[in-house]
């Protein structure tokens, strides 16, 4: 038989899945997991509900989810204030990533260019990537932080048809001060690519506070801008706060004719019933999970205090995870963890490593750990 090549494009040839390393270890502290199971009464209702759903699985589910949608707007109202939202303002599919694959859909695309500020989420260039939207980066601070300026003139060289912006950020736990955000909407008004008459566009930001839940006493959303500005997306995740990462539930909030876009590219019924009726139910008991939030803000605080006393240089952190540094031969650390059965991420900057917020007692495991590796 004559060997059979497959027509691979020519920019996937040769390339890995992404994914972050999957070991059986007791401490897994490497994927920014809620460390908490949700409770019995939690898991009772949601399998509740998913039966309330069966009968109907032969049917194909309600495409456009209102009422999901507005559960979610209502709990953003709840959680940040945020006001005028409805079921029109809001977008859920299958995880914030494929939120984000969504819009790189609608607004990127050949001939089109995505940026955001590295370090950041390194899923951003495979969205990118996927959609065959061209990719660049512009630079954060030595503190992880953004310079305004920075990002403007980056927006007038790029003209980017999608500004990704996290906050707090990935993988160093840094979140933006509202004015950044409003400095980079402001600008972004008239730094899109020429439209069908050639006029410019404006630059569609994104805002992905995947990690907003955990942001420290004081830190605004950006749901607070969007009012303002209806080239503003802000996208949220079911994942983390809620510890529903095996759900895969992701959604952004933004103005209606956004929205309206995303629903062209979005797949016919793409959020199955029960992915609508486990995440209505979760929503129903937000109060109980959220309780959970502030004992993982606590420990993530203790964390950074005990790493900085320990002579690490750690960056700020409004999320549920640490980065820490600066580490001479970092695999080695990560490795010598791992031999004691703790799991973090080898990720960011060289000479940095990052700990997702565990339960008391996995970070206890973890300092141990990292005390015998190190011989501190």
Do not use: C
């Not at 502290?29 to 009968?55: Q, R, T």
């Not at 952004?252 to 992915?275: E, F, W």
């Not at 991420?345 to 008391?360: K, Q, Y």
Request: aromatic content about 6%.
């Amino acid at each position: 038989m004559p060997s059979t090549s497959l027509p691979v494009r020519p920019d996937l040839a040769g390339l890995t899945p992404y994914g972050a390393p999957q070991l059986d270890v007791p401490v897994l502290l490497n994927v920014n997991e809620n460390p908490h199971p949700p409770s019995p009464e939690v898991v009772a209702d949601l399998a509740a509900a998913v039966a309330e759903a069966g009968p109907g699985l032969n049917r194909y589910p309600d495409r456009d989810f209102l009422a999901l949608r507005a559960d979610l707007a209502d709990y953003l109202h709840v959680e940040s204030g945020a006001t005028g939202l409805g079921a029109e303002n809001v977008w859920a599919a299958n995880g914030s990533n494929e939120v984000m694959l969504h819009l790189l859909q609608a607004f990127g695309g050949p001939g089109r260019t995505a940026l955001s500020f590295a370090p950041t989420y390194s899923m951003y260039p495979e969205y990118a990537r996927d959609t065959m939207t061209a990719w660049v980066t512009g630079r954060r601070e030595e503190d992880f932080t953004l310079d305004p300026a920075h990002a403007v003139a980056q927006l007038t060289e790029h003209r980017p048809a999608v500004v990704l912006l996290a906050s707090p950020n990935n993988p160093t736990g840094t979140a933006l001060p509202l004015a950044t955000i409003e400095a980079v909407a402001e600008a972004a008004r008239t730094t899109g690519p020429a439209g069908l008459d050639g006029a410019p566009t404006a630059s569609v930001v994104v805002v992905d506070e995947a990690y907003a839940e955990f942001r420290r006493e004081g830190t605004p959303s950006a749901l607070a801008l969007l009012d303002r500005y209806p080239h503003l997306a802000v996208s949220r995740t079911m994942s983390k706060a809620f510890g529903l990462a095996g759900a895969r539930v992701g959604y952004l909030a933004a103005a209606p004719g956004l929205v309206d876009v995303l629903r062209v590219v979005r797949l016919p019924y793409h959020l199955s019933a029960v992915t609508q009726a486990v995440a209505r139910a979760a929503l129903r008991h937000r109060g109980a999970l959220m309780a959970q939030i502030a004992e993982l803000r606590a420990e993530r605080d203790r964390t950074v205090t005990w790493l900085r006393d320990q002579g690490f240089t750690v960056a700020d952190s409004d999320a549920n995870f640490v980065l820490f540094g600066h580490l001479e031969d970092r695999e080695r650390v990560w490795q010598g963890l791992l031999d004691r059965g703790v799991l973090i991420r080898v990720v960011g900057p060289p000479g940095w490593l990052r700990v997702s917020i565990g339960t008391a007692a996995e970070m206890a495991a973890f300092r141990a750990a990292l005390q015998e590796v190190l011989g501190l």
